[in-house]
């Protein structure tokens, strides 16, 4: 019974990382309606700013994180204007393959310039674990998760009271609609690309620490991971896709737990498509019929 | 008419025979080397793949990002066939099993997914193409993580050429028939077709089918002419390299999938001098055809002799849908 209480906790740290994806895909994805695939290597460069900010720079952790997370919203908000914004008008197809373009130069440019192999991520924060019971969790695993659940409610405040956040909403129920009442659509989009980018980063930080090594190719599988975890919990719902994180999370390590962990990702897949083919729009959507 | 049609199709194959002819004068006289025939093959293979995904994607409006699991499942069916049967009969019945499995796993597959619409589709049928892979590492059968070595070749340039140029009459005159002009109603708008009395969901699933057997014989020649099959060639980036050579030849033109695979094949060749900045070259010119040329090099266009020799005004039929997917 405690090992399940064990691995489920286990799961939920590593959903937290996800949630912190997912939102990203999902605000990007409800927003313009794009697969953001470069969305996991924002990720990646963001664990890579964090290195740079405490091995060569030398600073606190809380301040790297900070600093990573801004410098990653710079970097998405450039990614949007270079590569996607001249899309705006074209099939989404294009749009996808452009951001397909921008994964790879993220990946690949990473690999030329800073070498394709693992770095160690420094120790920042020297692990503790504490134990309860029979149960144990470290520091970090607090970290990451109280971490997490204050970047969500910060997410939460800005959607909900902000003059940007009722941008955001106004522009993803309706573009058109949104640009006759007057709201800078581009703005909108490119401050919905800085806000998903800084969370991608913050969940590349935590993962440095976590698994105390980084590299250019850290992004591929979580990114994937992070959006199914989206389309699992209704793409476009911020709660949905910390539901579907964290549901993802705990899926991935009850598989391991019970002995399948050469199948976890199947599994995760296998959920995936059986949920979709019962309720194609995620577990928090809601369906919305065509009109002719 | 038909004298006009025949003399259209004489010149096609002509143009064929001709191409074909070059290839064979460029590797008598060695020009090209080992390393150009290696490149004329893999383009041919690239071709068989794309022209199907082509089918899927362009034609029927079904946005799938499962291909390299249907070209798994075609190389393994062809390594382990070939491995116990090493003669080119072994060979040719294993593309056939390989395409026969490849088309029941996606009828399987698709009945229920199809229903779901872009993006979702694209999601589960990632998830399918994932599955496979993990089912073929985990099988004793078929060797685990390391995959499969010294499959016997039966595969050379003339039979891809063939093959490819099969592929592509036998796609051409589909998109034409009834069930290809209903495909194509069916992407343009599938409520309208759908009222017009076309079965929907059998036009996409047949596309799809059609599709994943063209993929499993382009898995299976790849397999018995690299020699090996190993699951790391069958990842998502694998349905990623047939994607992009869809997208950028134009979706829905099989042309323009015919010219992408060859500037691609022709263009990995150059890069390979860069070493690393490779894939960061290719990657800049993915973003910048994408950002000038956003429906593909050709769009829904097709190259046509036609056109271009005896057009007297308008006389066959020509898909000219503009927008395929906004």
Known sequence: MSNIIQQLINGIILGSVYALLALGYTMVYGIIKLINFAHGDVYMLGAYFGYFFIQVLHLNFFIALVLSMAVSALLGMLIEFVAYRPLRHSPRIAVLISALGVSFLLENGMSYFYGSDKKAFPQAIRTIQYHIGSLQISNIQLLIISTAITLMILLTIIVQKTKMGRAMRAVSADQEAAILMGIDVNRTISFTFAIGSALAAAGGVLIGLYYNNIDPLMGMTPGIKAFVAAVLGGIGLIPGAALGGWLIGILETMTQAIGLSDYKDAVVYAILIIILLFKPTGILGKNKREKV | ?326
């Open chain 2, 1 to 326: 008419m038909d004298r006009k049609h025949l003399k259209y199709t004489l010149t096609w194959a002509l143009l064929i025979t001709m191409l074909f002819v070059l290839i064979e004068l460029l590797t008598v006289f060695d020009i090209i080397g080992q390393y150009g025939i290696t490149t004329i093959v893999l383009i041919g293979i690239n071709l068989i793949a794309a022209v199907g995904l082509n089918l899927v994607i362009g034609m029927s409006g079904q946005f799938s990002l499962g291909h390299a699991g249907f070209m798994a499942i075609g190389a393994y069916a062809t390594a382990l066939m070939t491995t116990a049967l090493p003669s080119i009969y072994g060979f040719i019945l294993s593309l056939l099993v390989g395409g026969l499995i490849s088309g029941l796993v996606a009828l399987a597959v698709g009945i229920p997914t199809l229903r779901l619409r872009g993006d979702y589709l694209a999601i589960a049928t990632l998830g399918v193409s994932e599955i496979i892979r993990i089912i073929i590492i985990n099988m004793k059968i078929t060797r685990g993580p390391a995959g499969i070595f010294g499959i016997p070749a039966f595969v050379n340039w003339q039979m891809v050429f063939v093959l490819s140029v099969i592929v592509i009459i036998i796609v051409v005159n589909f998109v034409r028939s009834t069930s290809g002009q209903a495909i194509i109603a069916v992407r343009d708008n599938d409520i309208a077709a759908e009222s017009l009395g076309i079965n929907t969901t059998k036009y996409k699933v047949m596309a799809f089918v059609a599709g994943a057997i063209l993929a499993a014989i382009a898995g299976g020649l790849r397999a018995s002419f690299i020699q090996s099959v190993s699951p790391q060639d069958y990842t998502f980036m694998q349905s990623i390299t047939i994607l992009i050579i869809v997208v950028l030849g134009g979706i829905g033109s099989i042309s323009g999938t015919v010219v992408t695979a060859i500037i691609l094949g022709v263009l990995d060749v150059i890069l390979q001098n860069f070493g690393t900045l490779r894939m960061v070259i290719y990657a800049l010119v993915l973003i910048i055809v994408m950002i000038f040329r956003p429906k593909g090099l050709l769009g829904t266009t097709e190259f046509s002799l036609q056109k271009l020799l005896f057009d007297s005004g308008g006389s066959h039929d020509h898909n000219d849908s503009k927008n395929a997917r906004s």
